[in-house]
Protein backbone atom coordinates (compact mmCIF):
# COMPACT_ATOMS: atom_id res chain seq x y z
CA UNK A 1 0.00 0.00 0.00
CA UNK A 2 1.44 3.04 -0.95
CA UNK A 3 2.03 6.51 1.59
CA UNK A 4 -0.95 8.46 -0.44
CA UNK A 5 -3.25 5.44 0.00
CA UNK A 6 -2.85 4.94 3.61
CA UNK A 7 -3.11 8.79 4.48
CA UNK A 8 -6.48 8.75 2.74
CA UNK A 9 -7.16 5.26 4.26
CA UNK A 10 -6.54 7.45 7.91
CA UNK A 11 -8.16 10.81 6.80
CA UNK A 12 -10.95 8.89 6.26
CA UNK A 13 -13.00 8.48 9.64
CA UNK A 14 -12.06 12.26 10.05
CA UNK A 15 -14.19 13.07 6.77
CA UNK A 16 -16.75 11.21 7.94
CA UNK A 17 -16.93 12.94 11.00
CA UNK A 18 -16.90 16.28 9.57
CA UNK A 19 -19.42 15.51 6.60
CA UNK A 20 -21.69 14.26 9.26
CA UNK A 21 -21.53 17.00 12.27
CA UNK A 22 -20.37 19.76 10.46
CA UNK A 23 -21.38 19.92 6.82
CA UNK A 24 -24.63 18.45 6.86
CA UNK A 25 -26.24 20.33 9.61
CA UNK A 26 -25.08 24.21 7.83
CA UNK A 27 -26.65 22.59 5.04
CA UNK A 28 -29.55 21.86 7.07
CA UNK A 29 -29.84 25.73 8.41
CA UNK A 30 -28.69 27.45 4.69
CA UNK A 31 -32.09 25.57 3.70
CA UNK A 32 -34.72 26.25 6.49
CA UNK A 33 -33.15 29.89 6.82
CA UNK A 34 -34.07 31.16 2.99
CA UNK A 35 -36.76 29.16 2.82
CA UNK A 36 -40.71 29.27 4.42
CA UNK A 37 -42.86 26.80 5.86
CA UNK A 38 -43.68 26.18 2.44
CA UNK A 39 -40.05 25.24 0.92
CA UNK A 40 -40.51 28.83 -0.63
CA UNK A 41 -37.11 30.80 -0.97
CA UNK A 42 -37.45 33.29 1.54
CA UNK A 43 -35.24 36.41 3.09
CA UNK A 44 -38.01 37.05 6.07
CA UNK A 45 -36.19 34.57 8.44
CA UNK A 46 -33.09 36.95 8.67
CA UNK A 47 -34.77 40.12 7.82
CA UNK A 48 -36.30 39.43 10.89
CA UNK A 49 -33.39 40.21 12.73
CA UNK A 50 -34.22 44.53 12.09
CA UNK A 51 -37.26 44.06 14.79
CA UNK A 52 -36.61 45.56 18.23
CA UNK A 53 -36.72 42.31 20.03
CA UNK A 54 -34.42 40.31 17.81
CA UNK A 55 -31.41 42.65 17.57
CA UNK A 56 -31.54 44.30 21.07
CA UNK A 57 -31.48 40.63 22.07
CA UNK A 58 -28.18 40.80 19.59
CA UNK A 59 -26.73 43.69 20.58
CA UNK A 60 -26.87 42.56 24.43
CA UNK A 61 -25.26 39.01 22.96
CA UNK A 62 -22.57 40.83 21.42
CA UNK A 63 -22.48 43.47 24.80
CA UNK A 64 -22.08 40.32 27.34
CA UNK A 65 -19.79 38.51 25.35
CA UNK A 66 -17.43 40.83 24.37
CA UNK A 67 -17.31 42.17 28.01
CA UNK A 68 -16.87 38.64 29.31
CA UNK A 69 -14.36 37.94 26.75
CA UNK A 70 -12.10 40.60 27.88
CA UNK A 71 -12.70 39.64 31.73
CA UNK A 72 -11.38 36.45 30.57
CA UNK A 73 -7.97 37.72 28.84
CA UNK A 74 -7.58 40.24 31.75
CA UNK A 75 -7.40 37.12 34.41
CA UNK A 76 -5.72 34.60 32.06
CA UNK A 77 -2.84 36.80 30.98
CA UNK A 78 -1.70 37.37 34.55
CA UNK A 79 -2.31 33.78 35.64
CA UNK A 80 -0.02 32.46 32.67
CA UNK A 81 2.65 34.17 33.22
CA UNK A 82 2.62 33.00 36.69
CA UNK A 83 2.07 29.37 35.83
CA UNK A 84 5.16 29.54 33.30
CA UNK A 85 7.16 30.78 35.92
CA UNK A 86 6.33 28.26 38.13
CA UNK A 87 7.97 24.91 39.45
CA UNK A 88 6.71 22.45 36.06
CA UNK A 89 4.98 19.55 38.94
CA UNK A 90 3.14 22.81 40.79
CA UNK A 91 1.88 24.32 37.31
CA UNK A 92 0.68 21.19 36.00
CA UNK A 93 -1.22 20.39 39.23
CA UNK A 94 -2.94 24.53 39.04
CA UNK A 95 -3.53 23.40 35.56
CA UNK A 96 -5.51 20.35 36.49
CA UNK A 97 -7.42 22.57 38.96
CA UNK A 98 -8.91 24.77 35.97
CA UNK A 99 -9.52 21.83 34.12
CA UNK A 100 -11.19 20.13 36.77
CA UNK A 101 -14.30 21.55 36.54
CA UNK A 102 -14.80 21.69 33.02
CA UNK A 103 -15.43 17.77 34.21
CA UNK A 104 -18.66 18.54 35.64
CA UNK A 105 -21.57 18.84 33.78
CA UNK A 106 -22.03 22.16 32.36
CA UNK A 107 -25.45 22.36 33.74
CA UNK A 108 -24.49 21.75 36.84
CA UNK A 109 -22.08 24.25 37.21
CA UNK A 110 -24.37 26.85 36.00
CA UNK A 111 -26.99 25.99 38.94
CA UNK A 112 -24.39 26.21 41.39
CA UNK A 113 -24.05 29.87 40.76
CA UNK A 114 -27.50 30.25 41.03
CA UNK A 115 -27.18 28.41 44.14
CA UNK A 116 -24.87 30.76 45.07
CA UNK A 117 -25.51 34.41 43.72
CA UNK A 118 -29.62 33.60 44.32
CA UNK A 119 -31.53 35.95 46.95
CA UNK A 120 -30.75 34.04 50.71
CA UNK A 121 -28.24 31.91 49.01
CA UNK A 122 -25.14 31.19 49.81
CA UNK A 123 -23.37 34.34 48.83
CA UNK A 124 -26.24 36.16 51.19
CA UNK A 125 -26.36 34.02 53.86
CA UNK A 126 -22.36 34.31 53.98
CA UNK A 127 -22.74 37.67 54.12
CA UNK A 128 -25.08 37.81 57.09
CA UNK A 129 -23.50 35.90 59.17
CA UNK A 130 -20.49 38.28 58.77
CA UNK A 131 -23.28 41.53 59.11
CA UNK A 132 -22.24 42.93 55.26
CA UNK A 133 -24.64 44.15 53.07
CA UNK A 134 -26.23 41.79 50.57
CA UNK A 135 -24.85 41.45 47.28
CA UNK A 136 -27.73 40.54 44.82
CA UNK A 137 -26.60 40.63 41.63
CA UNK A 138 -28.87 37.31 40.11
CA UNK A 139 -31.32 38.02 37.07
CA UNK A 140 -29.14 40.96 35.96
CA UNK A 141 -26.17 41.11 33.40
CA UNK A 142 -23.39 40.90 35.79
CA UNK A 143 -24.95 37.00 37.09
CA UNK A 144 -24.56 36.23 33.46
CA UNK A 145 -20.82 37.92 32.68
CA UNK A 146 -20.16 36.02 36.22
CA UNK A 147 -21.31 32.65 34.73
CA UNK A 148 -19.56 33.26 31.53
CA UNK A 149 -16.36 34.09 32.78
CA UNK A 150 -16.29 30.84 34.97
CA UNK A 151 -17.58 28.61 32.46
CA UNK A 152 -15.43 29.62 29.46
CA UNK A 153 -12.09 30.97 31.59
CA UNK A 154 -10.05 27.65 31.05
CA UNK A 155 -10.53 28.34 27.42
CA UNK A 156 -8.83 31.14 27.86
CA UNK A 157 -5.74 30.02 30.08
CA UNK A 158 -4.65 27.16 28.14
CA UNK A 159 -4.27 28.17 24.90
CA UNK A 160 -2.54 31.09 26.86
CA UNK A 161 0.07 28.93 29.04
CA UNK A 162 0.40 26.84 25.85
CA UNK A 163 1.98 29.55 23.95
CA UNK A 164 3.89 30.91 27.18
CA UNK A 165 5.70 27.70 28.06
CA UNK A 166 7.24 27.69 24.44
CA UNK A 167 8.76 31.00 24.33
CA UNK A 168 12.65 30.33 24.82
CA UNK A 169 14.63 32.03 28.11
CA UNK A 170 17.45 32.99 26.31
CA UNK A 171 14.82 35.31 23.94
CA UNK A 172 13.34 36.94 27.76
CA UNK A 173 16.80 37.21 28.95
CA UNK A 174 18.25 38.77 25.69
CA UNK A 175 16.04 41.50 25.95
CA UNK A 176 16.72 42.43 29.66
CA UNK A 177 20.23 42.21 28.63
CA UNK A 178 19.68 44.84 25.75
CA UNK A 179 18.68 47.10 28.53
CA UNK A 180 14.73 46.43 28.86
CA UNK A 181 12.63 46.35 31.89
CA UNK A 182 10.04 44.09 32.37
CA UNK A 183 7.33 45.31 31.23
CA UNK A 184 9.23 46.53 28.01
CA UNK A 185 9.87 43.11 27.37
CA UNK A 186 6.50 42.10 28.68
CA UNK A 187 4.92 44.60 25.54
CA UNK A 188 7.22 43.93 23.06
CA UNK A 189 8.47 40.46 23.40
CA UNK A 190 6.29 37.88 25.60
CA UNK A 191 2.85 39.65 24.45
CA UNK A 192 3.42 39.61 20.52
CA UNK A 193 5.37 36.25 20.92
CA UNK A 194 2.20 34.88 22.57
CA UNK A 195 -0.11 36.18 20.52
CA UNK A 196 -1.50 33.10 18.96
CA UNK A 197 -2.53 32.13 22.08
CA UNK A 198 -4.22 35.16 22.54
CA UNK A 199 -6.12 34.93 19.18
CA UNK A 200 -7.07 31.02 20.09
CA UNK A 201 -8.41 32.41 23.60
CA UNK A 202 -10.69 34.97 22.43
CA UNK A 203 -12.50 32.63 19.80
CA UNK A 204 -12.76 29.97 21.70
CA UNK A 205 -14.42 31.94 24.71
CA UNK A 206 -16.32 34.83 22.44
CA UNK A 207 -18.26 32.17 20.08
CA UNK A 208 -19.62 30.04 23.10
CA UNK A 209 -20.48 33.15 24.90
CA UNK A 210 -22.07 34.79 21.89
CA UNK A 211 -24.28 31.52 21.49
CA UNK A 212 -25.22 30.82 25.13
CA UNK A 213 -28.36 30.35 26.39
CA UNK A 214 -28.36 28.53 29.24
CA UNK A 215 -25.94 30.49 31.17
CA UNK A 216 -28.58 33.73 30.51
CA UNK A 217 -31.95 30.97 31.28
CA UNK A 218 -30.70 30.48 34.71
CA UNK A 219 -28.58 33.12 35.86
CA UNK A 220 -30.71 35.82 33.81
CA UNK A 221 -34.24 34.13 35.42
CA UNK A 222 -35.67 34.35 31.85
CA UNK A 223 -35.51 38.36 32.94
CA UNK A 224 -32.71 39.10 30.06
CA UNK A 225 -33.06 37.81 26.61
CA UNK A 226 -30.15 36.61 24.25
CA UNK A 227 -29.83 36.10 20.71
CA UNK A 228 -29.25 32.36 21.49
CA UNK A 229 -32.61 32.08 23.94
CA UNK A 230 -34.87 33.51 20.82
CA UNK A 231 -33.31 30.70 18.60
CA UNK A 232 -34.24 28.37 21.51
CA UNK A 233 -37.73 29.74 21.68
CA UNK A 234 -38.26 28.99 18.23
CA UNK A 235 -36.96 25.81 18.10
CA UNK A 236 -38.95 24.62 20.92
CA UNK A 237 -42.22 26.60 18.95
CA UNK A 238 -41.02 24.27 15.95
CA UNK A 239 -40.48 27.49 14.00
CA UNK A 240 -37.25 25.62 12.75
CA UNK A 241 -37.25 28.58 9.40
CA UNK A 242 -36.67 31.48 11.86
CA UNK A 243 -34.93 29.65 14.06
CA UNK A 244 -32.32 28.95 11.04
CA UNK A 245 -32.44 32.53 10.15
CA UNK A 246 -31.51 33.86 13.12
CA UNK A 247 -28.91 31.29 13.18
CA UNK A 248 -27.55 32.53 10.06
CA UNK A 249 -27.24 36.44 11.50
CA UNK A 250 -25.22 35.02 14.42
CA UNK A 251 -22.59 33.07 12.16
CA UNK A 252 -22.23 36.01 10.19
CA UNK A 253 -20.75 38.06 13.44
CA UNK A 254 -18.85 34.50 14.41
CA UNK A 255 -17.25 34.69 11.23
CA UNK A 256 -16.16 38.42 11.45
CA UNK A 257 -14.62 38.00 14.77
CA UNK A 258 -12.78 34.68 13.46
CA UNK A 259 -11.61 36.58 10.41
CA UNK A 260 -10.50 39.90 12.10
CA UNK A 261 -8.56 37.46 14.93
CA UNK A 262 -7.09 35.57 12.05
CA UNK A 263 -5.90 38.43 9.78
CA UNK A 264 -4.54 40.05 13.44
CA UNK A 265 -2.51 37.10 13.91
CA UNK A 266 -0.85 37.10 10.01
CA UNK A 267 0.06 40.60 10.73
CA UNK A 268 1.72 40.16 13.70
CA UNK A 269 3.56 36.78 12.99
CA UNK A 270 4.65 39.30 9.88
CA UNK A 271 5.76 42.46 11.86
Given at each position: ?22 I ?9 G ?10 D???T ?5 Y ?10 S?LS???C ?5 PLA ?12 F????F ?9 L ?12 G??D ?6 H?PG?N ?5 S?I ?5 Y ?7 L????V ?17 N ?16 II?G???V?VP???T??I ?8 L ?5 L ?16 S ?10 MA ?7 E????
Open positions: MNKGRSKALLSGPYIVWIAAFIIPLIFIFYYFTNGDGGFTLNIAILEPTYEALFLSIELVTLVLLLSYLILRNMNISKSGIVFLILPMWMNFLRTYAWQAILDVNILQTLAFLLFIINTPAVLGMVDYLPFMVPIYNLVKIDDNTINAARDLGAYLQTLWKVIIPLSMPGSIIMFALTFVSDILGGGKLLIGNIENKVKADNLNLAAGLLVLMVFIVINFSMKYDRNKKG
